[in-house]
């Protein structure tokens, strides 16, 4: 199976610490990479990934806070540096191009490339990126600034083709594909073999969804429902809940009850507070109620 | 003696490596801090440091290449959520303040501290900033745009008190500054005893000279001349001279020779081009030329 990975550049939140990165992360699915946030430092975190600069031609910004968004300038200017000739999509919320490209085009006038801005709705949901393997959706959320999450569904695929019964049959390579979209074969005799003879379902679309920053928000959990990995943000833990209601922020419970609520596979937080020096107690808050919890790290890579 | 030190937050070039963060250091005198650029993840260098982040006043950018400032927005938001009130000063290039304030004004709007820029001189050298204790002045370098290299000097301190004449004459610990200063003592019989008697010279200033990014540049030798430690840039080795001077920097060699050329104590090579793995072949070249030549790494510690 294709592979499709998350990999965590940074999982910290606005103060820096010595252990985390802010805000960014490389969806890596069917051999394209896909950024989601660019805090200061994603580049460098980038380098050290070993992924390929080149294969990235989306980038997703959740809000316009620093800690999400300053890596931008310097990503930009780099891609330019290798030499990259290819456009560069830019998704973010409205004032993005407005702010930044003064700044581009100051610092990277000579980018031998296009970068093409368009506006995220966190209003509500809808597809902000599709194409023949993957469909990107934002996930409208509550912070203090238009902020919007981003679901990553794979598209169906194709169902496995049984190699016995197409050399039974003597099926020509040229009709596989025939087959594999449904259409029956016609044996010499002039018999009609079902296409489901042929093959086995296809595995189920695999989902991933990233929701920070973000107040706890009851109305996501029909959006990400089922999908395999939840990343959600929790900045707090319960004993700071008043600290993450004034800053539209969420606790390790409150994250957990939303992955409980829709079922996911597995959930990973992280825009942890640099208040906690040991996280485990974000760790233990989230599994008394939702188990499969695990909580991010730098260069982490998660499995969709 | 109070410590003069540099510390080594990043010591590559423009494009990111596994090993170096983009140019940025803080000079530490007399228990204040000085950043001297601010490229990208300063901010996050800086606290693995364990310097503190109150103790910085003043920042100095040599060049608005971004490799060289594009830590500034993070570094100032940070400096604003850890709750800083006293005024910050920025001396860069004109083009600064109209760059980087639209961004401020977005994402640092409620910034409890004021932030000055003023303009630094990368035409003629000239004093930038002075206390009682420092000096900073510019030097001129020669790169793609307009660019200033930093010298900070030590300003002449007071001599050494011997304990034992001054406890010998009785002198007052009133008087003690006065002769410092330059004052005779007069003992209860009226004699005049001349300060020399009670002072051995204080130690010379201490210097310290940053410059980066440039091509080669005698010019500067007389600025720097007897400086105890130079920071040079050294981008590029000597076969790569073509590549240096199209781009307006300096190889190791050539660093050297202004090491050699001005005398000082000791010269640390940095700005390293991604293209060497290996930085010994730099270390090498300067070294036939210069001895007392070392390579920058992030995180050194450098006395002056």
Do not use: W
Request: aromatic share 10%; proline share 7%; charged share 20%.
């Amino acid at each position: 199976m294709d592979p499709f990975e998350v990999h965590i550049l940074g999982c910290g939140s606005a103060l820096p610490t010595t252990k985390h990165f802010p805000s960014s992360q490389i969806v890596d699915l069917h051999d394209k990479l896909y950024m989601i946030d660019c805090g200061e430092g994603a580049q460098l975190q980038f380098r050290k990934s070993k992924l390929k600069f080149q294969k990235i031609d989306h980038i997703f910004i959740s809000h316009l806070h620093g800690d999400h968004c300053f890596g931008l300038p310097g990503l930009i200017s780099t891609l330019g540096l290798l030499g990259r000739t290819s456009d560069l999509y830019i998704h973010a919320p409205f004032d993005a191009e407005i702010l930044f490209m003064p700044l581009l085009e100051y610092f990277c006038h000579a980018l031998p490339y296009k970068i093409h801005f368009s506006n995220v709705n966190s209003e509500e949901s809808e597809v902000i990126f599709e194409d023949k393997t993957l469909k990107v959706t934002s996930i409208p959320l509550n912070h203090r600034v238009p902020t919007a999450g981003f679901l990553f569904e794979e598209k169906p695929r194709s169902p496995h083709i049984i190699r016995e019964m197409i050399d039974f049959y003597r099926v020509p390579l040229s009709q596989i594909q025939a087959i594999k979209d449904g259409a029956p074969f016609i044996t010499g005799n002039g018999e009609t073999i079902p296409h489901t003879v042929f093959t086995r379902p296809a595995d189920p679309p695999r989902k991933y969804a990233y929701c920070s920053d973000t107040a706890y928000k009851k109305q996501i959990v029909p959006i990400i429902a089922g999908v395999n990995t939840l990343y959600h943000e929790a900045t707090f833990c319960t004993a700071d809940l008043a600290r993450a209601r004034e800053t539209f922020h969420s606790s390790a419970a409150q994250a957990a009850s939303i992955a409980r609520a829709a079922k996911v596979g597995r959930l990973v937080i992280g825009h942890f507070s640099a208040r906690y020096p040991n996280e485990q107690i974000l760790l233990n808050e989230a599994m008394k109620i939702f188990p499969e919890t695990q909580l991010a790290y730098e260069r982490m890579i998660i499995k969709i």
